[in-house]
C-alpha cells in the first residue's frame, strides 16, 4: 500500500534544470534527509546551528501557526533532496510576521532554485494572511548571517530591508569566572516539573519589553519542555518567596557539539522580571551558569543577543567575558 502523501508542485518560476522537481515534505520519509541537508548548508556557511532528527521533529510538530503540508516545499534533483524553505506565522510588536527559512546545497547554488523557493514563500505566506482573523498588519522576515553574501543578495534584490542585527557570542570557560552573589533574599532553586509553567510564564513576561518578542502560544511551550534530551537541572532560576524573579535555560547539545567539534554549553532564555531588575541578578545567575558549565566539563559558553538590546545585555555579557562570534541580520518586507 502507498502511504506517500508527498505531491509535486509546479512553480512558474521555476529555473530548467534537468531533472528538477519541487515536492511537499512527508516528515516520516523525509525528516533524515532535511536534517542532512540544513546541516551541510550551515556548514558550508560557518553557522553554529545543526539540528537532530529529534530535535527537528520535535520543532516541527510543535511549530505555532504552520501547517507542514501547505508550508513547507522541497526541491529535488534527479531524486536528490538539494533545497528547503518553510514559512510560518509569529505575532511580533503588533506584526503578525510571516517568518521564512531556506536553505540549498552548495553545489547547488546560484542556479535559481533558491529563488523559486523564496517566491513560492511569498505566495504561501499570502494566502496564510488572507486567512488569518484579526486586523494586524503582515510582514515578511527572516534572519539570515552576514556572511551568507549570496542569501544576501537575493533578500535584496526582492526587496527585503535590513532592520535588525543580532550577535551570536562565545566565552571560553578556561577564563576566570568572577565571583557575583545573588541579590539578599532571593534564592537558586532546582527546576521541578510542577513549576514548568510558572517559569515559561515569568521568562514570558520578562521578554515582552524586547523588540520582536513573540506573542507565545501552547505549541511553543510544549516545543520547549518535549523537547528530547532537555536537562532542566542545568537552569538557574531564581525565587524571591513565592515568586520567580529570572532565569536563565542552560543547555547542552551533545550531537551538535559533536559534529562542529566544539565543547560548548549554551546560556538560553536569559531574563530578569521588572521588579528584580538592575540589582544585579542577571550577573549571578550568569556567573552561576558558567560555573555549571564549566562543572560539565565544557570549555566554552555562547549566547544570543539582540545588537540594540534595551537593557544593556550586550554590554553586560562583553563586560563578562563574551565575544562576538557570529553576526545575523534580519531582514523584513511588508506585504
Known amino acids: 500500500m502507498n502511504t506517500d502523501t508527498r505531491t509535486e508542485i509546479v512553480l512558474p518560476n521555476a529555473p530548467k534544470i534537468q531533472g528538477l522537481h519541487y515536492r511537499t ?8 534527509e532535511l536534517v542532512e541537508l540544513i546541516s551541510v548548508a550551515h556548514l558550508a556557511d560557518r ?3 545543526l539540528p537532530t532528527v529529534d530535535n527537528l521533529r520535535n520543532d516541527l510538530e510543535h511549530r505555532s501557526n504552520f501547517d507542514l503540508a501547505r508550508d513547507m516545499l522541497a526541491a ?4 536528490k533532496l538539494v533545497a528547503l524553505t518553510e514559512t510560518h506565522v509569529a505575532v511580533r510588536d503588533g506584526t503578525a510576521l510571516h517568518q521564512m527559512d531556506g536553505w540549498v546545497l552548495p553545489d547547488q547554488r546560484r542556479r535559481g532554485i533558491g529563488r523559486a523557493l523564496l517566491l513560492w514563500t511569498e505566495r504561501r505566506a499570502r494566502e496564510a494572511a ?3 482573523q484579526g486586523a494586524k498588519p503582515h510582514a515578511f ?3 539570515i548571517d552576514d556572511r551568507n553574501l549570496g542569501g544576501i543578495a537575493l533578500l535584496e534584490l526582492e526587496g527585503y530591508k535590513r532592520v535588525r542585527y543580532g550577535f551570536m557570542m562565545v566565552r571560553s570557560l ?3 569566572i568572577p565571583d557575583a552573589p545573588l541579590p539578599e533574599g532571593l534564592e537558586v532553586r532546582p527546576v521541578v516539573e510542577a513549576d514548568h509553567r510558572r517559569i515559561w510564564e515569568a521568562d514570558s513576561e520578562a521578554f515582552r519589553d524586547h523588540w520582536g518578542a513573540a506573542e507565545r502560544t501552547e505549541e511553543d511551550y510544549l516545543s520547549w519542555f518535549l523537547m528530547p534530551n532537555l536537562d532542566t537541572s542545568l537552569w538557574r532560576v531564581a525565587w524571591d518567596g513565592d515568586e520567580i524573579a529570572g532565569s536563565v535555560w ?3 547539545w551533545v550531537e551538535e557539539n559533536e559534529r562542529l567539534g566544539v565543547s560548548r554549553g549554551w546560556l538560553e532564555h536569559i531574563s530578569v522580571r ?3 531588575r538592575r540589582r544585579g541578578l542577571a550577573t549571578a545567575l550568569i556567573v552561576e551558569s558558567l560555573r555549571t558549565l564549566r562543572d560539565q566539563g565544557l570549555t566554552e559558553a555562547a549566547l544570543g543577543v539582540d545588537a540594540e538590546n534595551i537593557s544593556g545585555a550586550l554590554r553586560l555579557y562583553e563586560s563578562l567575558g563574551f565575544r562576538r562570534h557570529q553576526t545575523g541580520i534580519s531582514y523584513r518586507k511588508p506585504m
Open 25 to 32: 515534505v512527508d516528515l516520516d520519509k523525509d525528516l533524515p
Open 47 to 49: 553557522m553554529d546551528w
Open 76 to 79: 529535488e534533483v534527479d531524486g
Open 130 to 132: 488572507a486567512e488569518w
Open 141 to 143: 522576515g527572516t534572519w
Open 174 to 176: 578556561s577564563e576566570p
Open 250 to 252: 542552560n543547555a547542552i
Open 274 to 276: 521588572r521588579p528584580w
